[in-house]
């Protein structure tokens, strides 16, 4: 069965941190791009960063440049975001996403989603 689970969110104060996981089976992790996109209450999807399959090529939008790193553990089949400098524009619902290639602008497979909320 193809999953991507993810976990790591919650609550958090602004200017803190969280680490986000997504566990990936039932497909060949490794020959994948990833990245982890978020929708916000009453907003659009947002491309936050991607992935190559080797780990090398990076991107993550404006918005969290700095403050966001993604990773990935191939041997794990683990995909990972590092939250530093957390905002309260940073509030929505976080997804692991699987890409055809690191420049596709759709994906094809998603995971349920965890809640980031960064709230005093």
């Known amino acids: 069965q193809v999953q991507l689970v993810e976990s790591g969110g919650g609550l958090v104060q602004p200017g803190g941190s969280l680490r986000l996981s997504c566990a990936a089976s039932g497909f060949t992790f490794k020959s994948r791009s990833m990245a982890w996109v978020r929708q916000a209450p009453g907003k659009g999807l947002e491309w936050v960063a991607r992935?190559?399959?080797?780990?090398?090529?990076?991107k993550h939008a404006d918005s969290v440049k700095g403050r966001f790193t993604i990773s990935r553990d191939n041997a794990r089949n683990m995909l990972y975001l590092q939250m530093n400098g957390l905002k309260p524009e940073d509030t929505a619902v976080y997804y692991c996403?699987?890409?055809?290639?690191?420049?596709?602008?759709?994906?094809?497979?998603r995971g349920q989603g965890t809640q980031v909320t960064v709230s005093s």
């Open positions: 992935i190559g399959e080797f780990g090398v090529s990076l």
């Open positions: 996403v699987s890409l055809s290639n690191f420049f596709d602008t759709n994906y094809d497979i």
